[in-house]
């Protein structure tokens, strides 16, 4: 059973479209965090969210964590080629050490 | 370059072989994570250390080990290998605290022919 899943699993879009990516579970989470990871590499973290109802930005990402602690969405503004690559949630539950990763949306845009 | 070195980046070896797996935490972090990543599991989390004692353990194989050295290094070992072994596995390193990111190194490549 998967913990954290993400929708849509793929993602291709054009250049300058606007889009969303979900993370869903029914367990809630004391903290939660977005990664991006491009082929050959590692995860890169991209924001850490730790409040019910936390809004973050990041430049054209914007990251909001659900009031309930149990979900949290990615959108991205006008998605450029250099966003493609595979996004990753990953949430901590409280009294554990480790973050559970999420399925994981691949997102390709289009030039 | 992140801060955290896995070597090698590339391992090819046959079934029923033995391999190590390194992994350098950035400097400073305490903690050192173990990742394995296949096409079809996605992200999973295998085994984490803090300043040299295990602190939690996943879906992590009899057969797979690993420890952390005094000066924080790590090892991954990786013993009777077989076919479905074969997978991306990262290390990350942490700070002290839950609520820091990850810093994942860029994994090695291991093929088992």
């Known amino acids: 059973t998967q913990l954290l899943e993400q929708s849509p699993q793929f993602l291709s879009i054009q250049e300058g479209e606007n889009l969303t990516v979900y993370c869903n579970s029914s367990s809630v989470f004391s903290s939660l965090q977005w990664y991006r990871q491009e082929p050959g590499e590692g995860p890169v973290l991209l924001v850490t969210v730790v409040t019910g109802g936390e809004v973050k930005k990041l430049k054209r990402l914007t990251f909001q964590f659900g009031d309930a602690r149990k979900d949290s969405s990615l959108h991205i503004t006008a998605a450029q080629p250099g966003d493609t690559g595979l996004y990753l949630c990953?949430?901590?539950?409280?009294?554990?050490?480790?973050?559970?990763f999420g399925t994981g949306t691949r997102l390709k845009v289009l030039a | 370059d992140s801060g955290v070195t896995q070597t090698p980046k590339h391992l090819i070896t046959a079934t029923g072989q033995r391999v190590t797996l390194r992994c350098s935490p950035r400097s400073g972090d305490l903690s050192v994570y173990w990742y394995q990543q296949s096409l079809d599991q996605g992200l999973q989390f295998l085994i984490q250390y803090y300043n040299g004692e295990e602190r939690a353990k996943g879906n992590i194989l009899e057969r797979f080990s690993a420890q952390q050295f005094p000066d924080l290094h790590s090892e991954l070992n990786l013993s009777s290998l077989e076919l479905g072994d074969s997978a991306l596995y990262f290390c990350?390193?942490?700070?002290?605290?839950?609520?820091?990111?990850?810093?994942f190194g860029s994994g090695t490549r291991l093929t088992v022919v």
């Open positions: 990953a949430g901590l539950r409280g009294g554990t050490y480790k973050y559970i």
């Open positions: 990350a390193s942490s700070p002290l605290g839950q609520n820091y990111g990850y810093t």
